[in-house]
Each structure stands twice: as C-alpha cells, then as structure tokens.
C-alpha cells in the first residue's frame, strides 16, 4: 500500500485564491520531504526540499512567496499555492524516504490543480 | 549528481522482454544507479537500485556494464501494465534520502 499520501487528487480554483496540498508519510516519519511539479508531457521538476522544523530549501526560479511549504511534524507537509494563476496549473507531488531505507524514495500519487 | 542519456520512447510486445538502456559515461565511483518509473497520472515508484554488482528484484533485474558508465533495466516479460515512463537516475552515496534530480526519461509502449 502507499506509505505517502497526498491530499487533494485533484483540485479546481478560480485565478487569485490560495490551494493547499498536503503529503503525509504514514507509516514512518519524515524529516525530509520534497516536492515537485511536472507539466504536462515534461519530466519532474524539484521545488524545494521540505525540512522538518525549519525553513524549506527552494531550487532556483521557483518563487518562495508562491509556493509556502510548511513540515510542521514528522509526518506532514504542507505545499500552498498563494495567489494561483492558469500557469500555475500543474501536477505535484510530494516524496519522502524512510530513515533506514534512504536510498528509495517514495512518492505521493500526485495532485492535479487546474487554475481557472 | 552526473548526468544520464535516455532514448525518448520505446516499444514492446506483451509477454516479451525488454531492455531499456541508460548511458551515464560521467559517472563518479560513488553514484548509485537508480530507477524509477511513472504510470500515467501517479506518482513515480521506485523500480530497482544498484552500486556496481547486477542486481534482480520481484520488479526487474538491473544489468551494470563492467565500466558502470551504462547500465540496463530489464523487464523479463512485460505487461500492459509497464507501459510507464523510466527514468534512470545517479545519485551519489552521500546523498542518500536526498532529492532525485529527473531527466526525460524513456516513455515505455506495451502492445497487445
């Protein structure tokens, strides 16, 4: 079974409001998550890495102020869209790996969010 | 972490077997060799790893060339359900349950 979940699957928004995507590890904790986006046809691209108790690591281009991660507890990660526009409409997905398994990570099955 | 070269797209017959290569000539002797696939609208999963041995899972086996600067994903009889884009990934040792850097990856066709 899955060991991370994501939250919403699938989100519509209209332009200018704020979405929160949440990615839980569930059968382990998580000090690290990441997240990513992928357009479509594209591969995966890294956001940032989510750390747990401090601020998150953003990869360069990708818009701190836009893209709030919060890694509040051991197990969860929060992705908060502010602001959304149409070209933020995008796949995401969050991954994390277990403490004494590092070299696999695991991926959340992804959140789909359409921007109107 | 090194980069890797991946042919675009591949095709396969049902219950054969396919070999879906990876060249990584830049390769440090501490990067792992990692794979990954990702089935249409999911996230990716994680398919098999290896250092330098070849290396066999209930999902794949991973053949390493003696030289590690290409390595082979072998599915031994594919299924509809492997159609899927893999994606071949170095990761150095000391970069354990840190992030995964993408490439393009190879789209995966399994025909009937």
């Known amino acids: 079974g899955a060991v991370v979940s994501q939250h919403p699957s699938w989100v519509i928004c209209k332009s200018g409001t704020s979405v929160k995507i949440e990615c839980r590890s569930l059968d382990f904790q998580a000090t690290t998550m990441f997240w990513y986006r992928q357009f479509p046809k594209q591969s995966l691209m890294l956001m940032a890495t989510?750390?747990?108790?401090?601020?998150?690591?953003?990869e360069q281009g990708v818009e701190k102020d836009k893209f709030l991660i919060n890694h509040a507890s051991l197990t969860l990660s929060t992705l908060t869209v502010t602001s959304a526009h149409p070209e933020d409409s995008s796949f995401y997905i969050c991954?994390?790996?277990?403490?004494?398994?590092?070299?696999?990570?695991?991926f959340g099955a992804g959140t789909r969010l359409s921007v109107l | 972490d090194a980069k890797t070269t991946q042919p675009n797209s591949m095709e396969s017959n049902e219950e054969e077997p396919v070999h879906l290569p990876c060249n990584h000539s830049?390769?440090?002797?501490?990067?792992?060799i990692h794979w990954y696939r990702q089935l249409p609208s999911q996230g990716p999963e994680y398919v098999i790893h290896?250092?330098?041995s070849n290396v066999n899972n209930r999902m794949a086996s991973l053949a390493i060339a003696e030289d590690r600067k290409s390595s082979t994903l072998i599915l031994h009889r594919a299924t509809l359900r492997d159609a899927a884009v893999y994606y071949c990934?170095?990761?150095?040792?000391?970069?354990?349950?840190?992030?995964?850097?993408f490439g393009q990856g190879t789209e995966l066709s399994v025909k009937p």
């Open positions: 990934i170095l990761r150095d040792v000391a970069n354990q349950g840190g992030k995964l850097i």
């Open positions: 991954s994390a790996s277990r403490r004494l398994a590092k070299n696999i990570q695991y």
């Open positions: 830049t390769i440090s002797g501490t990067d792992y």
């Open positions: 989510s750390n747990e108790g401090s601020k998150a690591t953003y």
């Open positions: 290896g250092l330098t």
